[in-house]
């Protein structure tokens, strides 16, 4: 994922048709592990818009301060991570029929090499 939604989202719906991936999903979807709270960014697609922007589109586009923040790579790195999230409830990591739990060592994403890991996991507000 390389960016999180947090639950200051005012569920306002800019952030969704921005990004270039797909990545992003309502708060009224079952998909979504924060469903009727807030919209979800899928971990397992986020590619913080390497190759479509210069920045998270999804973060221009909110109006609400600190809800769209920074979070870890979606690399092989971090799969344990992302693990513990999704059996947490953090995350709810799309499960292919045949590849299983779409896990980075599966399908690694894209992400900005130059966020601190510092501030990835200190969920640093993605400033525009």
């Given at each position: 994922m390389a960016v999180m939604?947090?639950?200051?989202?005012i569920n306002c719906g800019d952030c969704a048709p921005e990004c270039p991936v797909a990545?992003?999903?309502e708060d009224t979807s079952d998909k979504n592990p924060h469903e009727g709270e807030r919209f979800y960014v899928k971990?397992?697609?986020?590619?913080?818009?390497?190759?479509?922007?210069d920045e998270p589109r999804c973060a221009r586009a909110c109006p609400t301060e600190g809800s769209i923040v920074w979070d870890m790579p979606y690399t092989t790195e971090f799969e344990e991570?992302?693990?513990?999230?999704?059996?947490?409830?953090t995350y709810k990591i799309r499960e292919h029929k045949s590849k299983g739990i779409m896990l980075p060592s599966i399908k690694a994403q894209a992400f900005i090499s130059d966020i601190g890991m510092d501030v990835r996991q200190a969920h640093g507000n993605v400033a525009v």
């Open positions: 939604i947090t639950d200051l989202c990545a992003i999903l971990p397992e697609t986020c590619v913080e818009c390497v190759s479509h922007a991570y992302f693990v513990t999230g999704n059996n947490n409830g």
